[in-house]
């Protein structure tokens, strides 16, 4: 079992460097943005499920095999109030190792989500005092400024958020495709996939894959609220209009947010080709495939 768990961990450190690089510098994502991130997602789970498993498997790995028969055994030692005399110091190390990791990454996220919906409230609040509702859009306000700015909060009582300078600078047209956008995250609930990747971030920013994940979905999901608002209205007209908001604020200016915004751009203008019916299917057997791989490890 132990060669069983050193192989399960190396396959969490591929998956959280190496492999999470390679897929942020994939171009095949842009033709596939909901099968990336379901990939994306699974290569976060399986990773986390992998370094977890592997410590409980070489931990456990004197009482019994496979590691869920161990576990009773552990537990009844526990129990009874003595630490199994099987486990020396290195299968301890592995066990407090493993509690250790788990409670980290849960606290983590726990932390991000709490904070997360701190703050959204207080935006909420701050919006509900200052924009004023748009009688014809339901749920959505206007904020007086000159800025043209369109986003949307999400949560139970969600809001879609344009400024005055967005009806301003667009023309209707436009307006409707910048908020079947907005619509689009607050549908598929974006928010909930791009916090874990958040949280995993925070947890280690020194791992470069982790931090090219959570670029890289945030990327993905734009480009899916794309495609979303681009059946829904014109794509010219909603490229026209991300280009007249995004030369109008400050951050047109990072060369960061230009580049991410020249994508979409190029996406709405030219649209790239989908991907073949079978390559998709494979895409997302694939990502049921990454997270199976530990699961099965552990169990079998």
């Known amino acids: 079992m132990e060669l069983v ?29 909901v099968g990336a991130l379901l990939v994306w997602q699974a290569v976060g789970l399986a990773g986390g499920l992998a370094l977890l498993s592997s410590a409980v498997m070489y931990g456990v790995a004197p009482l019994a095999s496979p590691p869920p028969a161990a576990l009773p055994v552990l537990a009844r030692s526990l129990a009874a109030g003595h630490w199994p005399a099987q486990l020396g110091v290195p299968q301890t190390i592995a066990l407090l190792v493993a509690v250790a990791l788990a409670l980290w990454l849960l606290g983590v996220l726990a932390v991000v989500a ?17 924009a004023t509702p748009w009688p014809a ?13 369109a986003y949307c909060l999400p949560g139970l ?8 300078g967005v009806l301003d600078a667009l023309d209707v047209p436009e307006v409707w495709a910048v908020l079947a956008h907005e619509r689009a995250h607050l549908r598929e609930r974006h928010d909930l ?15 470069r894959g982790m931090v090219c994940a959570q670029l890289a979905v945030a990327a993905l999901i734009e480009m899916r609220a794309d495609d979303v608002a681009a059946r829904r209205a014109n794509p010219r007209q909603l490229a026209d209009a991300l280009m007249s ?21 190029a996406r709405l203008i030219d649209p ?4 073949p019916l079978t390559l998709r299917v494979l895409v997302r057997a694939a990502a049921v495939t990454l997270v199976a791989v530990p699961v099965a490890a552990f169990v079998l």
């Open 157 to 164: 009582r969600s809001r879609l958020v344009v400024s005055a």
């Open 193 to 207: 996939v791009v916090l874990p990747f958040v949280a995993w971030g925070a947890t280690a920013p020194f791992v």
């Open 5 to 33: 768990a050193l192989g399960v961990l190396a396959f969490g450190v591929v998956l959280a460097e190496p492999a999470s690089r390679a897929l942020a510098k994939a171009r095949w994502p842009e033709r596939d943005p």
């Open 272 to 275: 790239p080709s989908p991907l």
């Open 137 to 149: 859009v339901p749920g959505a306000r206007v904020l007086d400024h000159p800025v043209p700015v």
């Open 245 to 265: 908001m995004s030369d109008a604020t400050p951050a047109g200016v990072l060369s960061s947010f230009t580049a991410a915004r020249d994508r979409r751009l």
């Open 114 to 130: 709490l904070r997360t919906l701190r703050a959204r409230a207080r935006h909420r609040e701050l919006l509900d005092l200052l």
